[in-house]
């Protein structure tokens, strides 16, 4: 069963920096596709940057130059590095998981984590 559980989420002030943890379980790394998402209250879940089982990453365009993803496969760890954060970064932040090749853009992958909550004030 996989299992993902985030962390490092909290309230920053605008400029500051964060950096979201998301420890996974039950699957082997070189079968996924790893990402971020995050969601506004009544609206939708979406994607922030993706990284596939070759390291090839995608960004959502508002985050490019800002946000980093990785991955530590020898801890099976998901991270997102939120660097100059702004007011509108604000948002429940997910991990999420799929099997092999990444989804299309727009598309939510199969499996979620319980979320971990971002605060960016001005």
């Known amino acids: 069963q996989v299992k993902l559980v985030e962390s490092g989420g909290g309230s920053v002030q605008a400029g500051g920096s964060l950096r979201l943890s998301c420890a996974a379980s039950?699957?082997?790394?070189?079968?996924?596709?790893m990402g971020w998402f995050r969601q506004l209250p009544g609206e939708e879940r979406k994607e922030v940057a993706a990284?596939?089982?070759?390291?090839?990453?995608r960004y959502e365009d508002s985050v490019k130059g800002r946000f980093t993803i990785s991955v530590d496969n020898a801890k099976n760890t998901l991270y997102l590095q939120m660097n100059s954060l702004k007011p509108e970064d604000s948002a429940m932040y997910y991990c999420?998981?799929?099997?092999?090749?990444?989804?299309?853009?727009?598309?939510?992958?199969?499996?979620g984590g319980q979320g971990t909550q971002v605060t960016v004030s001005s």
């Open positions: 999420m998981a799929d099997w092999g090749a990444c989804p299309r853009r727009g598309l939510e992958f199969t499996y």
């Open positions: 039950g699957y082997h790394y070189s079968a996924f596709c």
């Open positions: 990284i596939d089982s070759d390291d090839r990453t």
